[in-house]
């Protein structure tokens, strides 16, 4: 959502102090040390594996060996582990940040970005890079969680859409740290200084919590309404009026109304909710709110359309290849690109930064299914040309396709699937659909790092983006089907072009 124009921006902006930049500073390192741990075996892999020796030789002396022998699939395991963790993480947060609260969720993240970097740094063998691995995973689960959560009930009302989009580019810039980091750190044993950074950055993180305070909004739900007015007051800065803000929450003390900002609302009760569809204490819902449980949400035909979609778009999301760029480029085109593949994966994370923060309106002006057509056919025309760069050994070509494929993923199938979870469903399902979307696309993620470096090996360099872009043909065709428009519509019953009439329960 981009941020309002005129008027209404120059409101919001005046409400924007030193204390809320650095409160979003803060808290959105979550989500860079979840890109950063995406991506950070990118530029080593060939030197941790032992498949090429070093640059040069590293000044660094450890008991531990320089490199740790694994073939293509054990590799493929070490990185998509990553990924189970953060499934579990995920599907903890919500919870911990309903009943105890946003900070705490944060601050229990910051724990496991602290340990795993450990195991993962000092790791001599596969078991134990494995098991680093995911626990950081565990972290980063949690904080692409928790951190949108508390960064929307943080921001100026009218600025939500703003602010929302940080943590999307700080994942990003996690990207591109670890990146630019494997172009000087891919020798020796300093491959290894890669891996422990991340624990740093979290020891830091840590620190830098300790000036955060809890959400307003979540402690006025949970009993503590003036705690909550002080520490708004604090957010927004002495001498602003905050008055209209705290009555906007509700006698519930957090319900705010679904007239002014009908996503935001959604999208932070869905996060808070289990997959099973409970709503946490202090969720702002009424107790006599009836909630949808995620394996019922799918038996009713009503919904079940819904499900369909969220799950459909977001394995598209993963099978049109993109965390195959991120998490194995420098390896796949290391053979047509020997002295600039790991600089090529350093500007494909620069492209994906600025298109994300670029694209990040597109959605709101153009309509979600239009982006999303557009993405995947830019991501399966990039992966036919990527296909032919490598197959034929043409280095500008490879180059060419692999950016227009990063930049082609953040124009919509980078942003689009996390919002339709909460615009295809009536409130009582958005918890239990979130909860499918969630288990979809990390379930997709794992098989993509886990099973890409085995059918690389299988198929031959390069002729698994054929794959991809046949995938690409396939996701097209369902989005253009089976998709409905989100984008301006008033209702559910509008986006499904029903009747009210016409809802029903199994």
Not at 22 to 28: C, E, N, P, Q, R
Not at 201 to 219: D, F, H, N, R, Y
Not at 330 to 344: G, N, R, Y
Not at 352 to 362: G, H, R, Y
């Amino acid at each position: 959502m981009p941020p309002p124009q005129g008027a209404g921006s120059r409101a919001w902006t005046n409400e924007v102090t030193v204390y809320l930049i650095l409160l979003v500073a803060i808290t959105t390192i979550g989500p860079l040390q979840f890109g950063y741990h995406l991506a950070e075996l990118n530029a080593p892999q060939d030197v941790i594996t032992c498949e090429k020796e070093s640059i040069s030789t590293s000044n660094i002396s450890l008991d531990i060996p320089q490199c740790i022998p694994m073939s293509a699939g054990q590799f493929g395991l070490v990185s998509s582990i990553f990924t189970l963790g953060g499934l579990f993480g995920a599907l903890c947060a919500g919870p911990i940040s309903s009943h105890y609260g946003r900070l705490l969720a944060m601050r229990l993240a910051t724990i496991f970005f602290v340990v795993g970097p450990v195991f993962e740094a000092i790791a001599p063998s596969i078991s134990m890079i494995s098991f680093g691995r995911l626990i950081s995973g565990i972290g980063a689960g949690a904080a692409v969680v928790a951190v949108p959560i508390y960064i929307s009930e943080i921001a100026p009302p009218q600025g939500k859409g703003f602010f929302g989009a940080m943590t999307q580019v700080m994942t990003n810039l996690g990207i591109l740290i670890t990146q630019t980091l494997g172009l000087f750190l891919s020798r020796g044993q300093l491959w290894r200084a890669i891996l422990a950074i991340a624990g740093v950055i979290g020891l830091l993180q840590a620190l830098g919590l300790t000036c955060v305070v809890e959400s307003p909004k979540w402690m006025a739900a949970n009993g503590n309404p003036a705690r909550a007015k002080r520490n708004l007051q604090k957010i927004r800065g002495e001498g602003v009026a905050i008055e209209s803000e705290v009555n906007s929450w509700g006698i519930a003390g957090i319900r705010r109304s679904l007239t002014d900002h009908p996503y935001i609302a959604e999208e932070e009760q869905s996060l808070l909710r289990s997959p099973g569809g409970r709503t946490g204490r202090g969720s702002g819902n009424s107790a006599k709110q009836t909630h949808i449980g995620f394996l019922e949400v799918a038996m009713n035909s009503h919904y079940r359309p819904a499900i369909i979609s969220v799950v459909g778009v977001m394995l598209a999301q993963q099978f049109c290849g993109i965390n195959s760029i991120i998490m194995y480029s420098v390896s796949l085109l290391s053979e047509i690109l020997p002295t600039t593949s790991a600089l090529l994966s350093v500007g494909v994370s620069v492209v994906n930064l600025v298109a994300t923060f670029s694209c990040a309106p597109l959605a709101d002006r153009w309509g979600r299914k239009p982006c999303l057509l557009l993405s995947i056919a830019g991501m399966g025309s990039s992966s036919l040309l990527l296909a032919i760069g490598i197959l034929y050994s043409l280095a500008p070509l490879s180059a060419v396709a692999t950016l227009t494929f990063v930049l082609s993923f953040a124009v919509g199938l980078g942003p689009v699937p996390f919002i339709l979870a909460s615009e295809l469903v009536e409130q009582e399902a958005v918890g239990a659909t979130q909860g499918w979307a969630l288990a979809a696309n990390w379930t997709a993620t794992f098989v993509v790092a886990q099973f890409f470096p085995l059918l690389n090996a299988w198929m031959g360099q390069g002729k698994v983006y054929f794959l991809f872009a046949a995938l690409a043909a396939g996701f097209f065709v369902f989005v253009a089907v089976g998709i409905p428009e989100t984008s301006g519509k008033k209702s559910i019953d509008e986006v499904w072009g029903r009747k009210s009439a016409e809802r029903r329960a199994d």
